[in-house]
């Protein structure tokens, strides 16, 4: 029994000093993998996203009506405010700093290695150039979703709202 308590402390010190040997990956290795990755893309692309999202919520808010002209400018106006406040949140200039960090401290120099080879292949290649369209259509999948769920969330909060009254 003793003998299997060395065996044990012996893996485990081996596993814990081996994970702590392990270099972080190196600014330049990062960047490498952001620019094949087209991260900055992505960013980008995040914005359009949410200025879809905006206009969803509004098209729900309108249900179906068709907006006069000083609504119109008052969505408009919304759009714009929210629009910039996304813009000069996750700009990349902006994110950049913070994805170096995070990936610094998330990877190792050999795993960006590993993902840099990847990406490099068709397969990697394909991964990037389609991971955009797969995420939009996921965002779309959701709004649908919660779209669907309106009725029943109106319902609840009804019913909520209910049971708070007649508590009092």
């Given at each position: 029994?003793?003998?299997?308590?060395?065996?044990?402390?012996?893996?485990?010190?081996?596993?814990?000093?081996?994970?702590?040997?392990?270099?972080?990956?190196?600014?330049?290795?990062?960047?490498?993998?952001?620019?094949?990755?087209?991260?900055?893309?992505?960013?980008?692309?995040?914005?359009?996203?949410?200025?879809?999202?905006?206009?969803?919520?509004?098209?729900?808010?309108?249900?179906?009506?068709t907006p006069?002209?000083?609504?119109?400018?008052?969505?408009?106006?919304?759009?714009?405010?929210?629009?910039?406040?996304?813009?000069?949140?996750?700009?990349?200039?902006?994110?950049?700093?913070?994805?170096?960090?995070?990936?610094?401290?998330?990877?190792?120099?050999?795993?960006?290695?590993?993902?840099?080879?990847?990406?490099?292949?068709?397969?990697?290649?394909?991964?990037?150039?389609?991971m955009p369209?797969?995420?939009?259509?996921?965002?779309?999948?959701?709004?649908?979703?919660?779209?669907?769920?309106?009725?029943?969330?109106?319902?609840?909060?009804?019913?909520?709202?209910?049971?708070?009254?007649?508590?009092n």
């Open positions: 029994m003793k003998l299997f308590k060395h065996v044990l402390f012996a893996l485990a010190f081996v596993s814990v000093s081996g994970a702590a040997s392990a270099a972080p990956a190196s600014e330049a290795s990062i960047r490498q993998l952001l620019e094949l990755t087209q991260a900055r893309k992505v960013s980008d692309g995040v914005q359009l996203q949410y200025g879809n999202l905006v206009d969803a919520v509004v098209k729900q808010a309108l249900k179906g009506n006069n002209a000083k609504q119109q400018q008052a969505i408009d106006k919304l759009k714009a405010r929210l629009l910039g406040l996304v813009k000069d949140t996750v700009s990349w200039q902006k994110m950049e700093p913070s994805y170096l960090q995070l990936y610094s401290e998330t990877f190792t120099e050999e795993e960006v290695a590993g993902m840099l080879a990847f990406y490099k292949t068709p397969a990697g290649q394909a991964v990037i150039h389609k369209v797969l995420m939009q259509k996921n965002t779309a999948l959701i709004q649908q979703m919660t779209v669907s769920m309106q009725p029943q969330l109106e319902q609840i909060q009804r019913d909520f709202l209910a049971e708070l009254k007649a508590a």
